[in-house]
């Protein structure tokens, strides 16, 4: 059978008369093509010879006495007052129910998406008009490169921006991978490309103060190699490494027995590896933050722990000959479980918070920062007991389950 493609053109926007259910839409009454034929300046002199004039209900104008074209009045089947499934149904394909529309923007979801999507902020987010929402934010779009979003009576997500905007730094680095964030509260902007050569970067500068204005005293550059982010890690290692030594010194010299030291230690082991996988499997970038996050999880993840053992250790002069172990070092877990479970939850709000109205900056340092506090709440009260049971009583074969 012989392939044939078939070119679909559609005028969009040039309605010719409400449909019966316009009333649901607030759209009764409304006649595009008779609204804009009362203008002195409508002429569309081949639109009328292909027969425009010539349909049914269209009687406010001349009609063509032979007209070059076929035509005829369509009733919609689908429900929805939207472009996109009007041209499904032309299509062929008809839509029983309507598409969900934002009378109040876009949800932070969406918008979420289409910033990691593109790099860029949003600007707007409102329903608008094509040529006042330019007119209202292209002054602000040419300024910061944020992109205008916008939408209508449908569910079309619309985007504007000026051709000049997105390539600039594009098409001097070759890198088709650049995010660019605005600083809430200030007018800068910050853009993320690949390292670039000193020559680079100065042509950079020179495309910024030619295009924006920008004063060449205003534009600062930091380069994070892959040099660089190695370092970062290894300073991170380091810096885990020697809290980590202090902490098991400080219990052990605290407890009196190293074997609570090096169950804590091993439970933030744990807690670590946890948050560098969080990393890997999200690939969020080693920048400045992680150091402090590893740090931060190292510091917060031993406080449950101190007290669970702080219990256990309150709980030991108390034994009596027949008494389990086992069943003490349970019993000191179920004390202190609710004291954990709320110190880890109200944690772990604070940092959603963050998480939810912080930068993209903020967010980066929330989110492996709430694996950790969930991973440290669950290491502190299911692991640093347990493995403290297992080193009282089965490592050295020293010490019996029960006191005798």
Not at 7 to 26: N, Q, R, T
Not at 27 to 48: C, F, H, Q, R, V
Not at 134 to 156: C, F, N, P, W
Not at 313 to 320: A, I, W, Y
Request: glycine letters at 8%; aromatic letters at 8%; charged letters at 25%.
């Amino acid at each position: 059978m012989e392939n044939r493609r078939l070119f679909l053109i559609v005028l969009d926007s040039y309605g010719i008369g409400a449909l019966p259910d316009a009333a649901d839409f607030g759209d009764e009454g409304s006649n595009t093509l008779k609204t804009i034929t009362a203008s002195k300046a409508y002429d569309t002199p081949n639109m009328k010879k292909l027969g425009l004039f010539n349909i049914d209900g269209v009687d406010w104008m001349k009609k063509e006495e032979s007209p070059a074209g076929a035509y005829g009045r369509m009733k919609e089947r689908s429900r929805g007052k939207d472009t996109t499934i009007g041209h499904w149904e032309i299509a062929g394909v008809v839509s029983p129910k309507p598409l969900p529309v934002y009378p109040n923007g876009f949800p932070e979801e969406i918008l979420e998406k289409f910033r990691e999507a593109t790099g860029r902020e949003v600007l707007c987010n409102l329903p608008y008009s094509g040529t006042d929402v330019i007119r209202d934010y292209g002054e602000e779009h040419m300024k910061t490169g944020a992109l205008i979003v916008y939408t209508s009576a449908d569910s079309v997500f619309q985007i504007a921006a000026h051709e000049e905007i997105v390539p600039v730094v594009e098409k001097i680095t070759g890198d088709h991978n650049i995010q660019t964030q605005k600083v809430s509260g200030t007018k800068q902007v910050i853009i993320k490309t690949k390292t670039l050569s000193l020559a680079k970067r100065e042509q950079v500068n020179k495309a910024l103060k030619t295009t924006f204005g920008v004063k060449e005293s205003d534009i600062t550059a930091e380069n994070i190699s892959s040099t660089i982010s190695g370092e970062m890690r290894r300073d991170a290692v380091i810096a885990v490494i020697v809290a980590t030594i202090f902490m098991l010194l400080y219990i052990w010299f605290r407890f009196k027995d190293v074997r609570f030291a090096t169950s804590a230690v091993a439970a933030l082991l744990h807690d670590v590896l946890v948050v560098l996988a969080f990393y890997a499997a999200s690939r969020i970038s080693v920048g400045t933050t992680f150091i402090a996050c590893m740090l931060t999880i190292v510091g917060y993840s031993i406080n449950a722990t101190i007290v669970i053992f702080d219990r256990i250790r309150e709980e030991l002069p108390l034994m009596k000959r027949n008494d389990d172990l086992k069943a003490l070092v349970n019993r000191s877990i179920t004390y202190t479980l609710t004291r954990s479970i709320y110190t880890t939850f109200t944690t772990f709000v604070m940092v959603a918070v963050l998480y939810i109205m912080g930068v993209s900056s903020i967010k980066e340092f929330a989110a492996p920062l709430m694996v950790g506090i969930a991973g440290g709440g669950y290491s502190s009260v299911c692991i640093t007991g347990a493995l403290w049971y297992v080193m009282k009583t089965k490592i050295g074969g020293k010490k019996a389950a029960k006191k005798k």
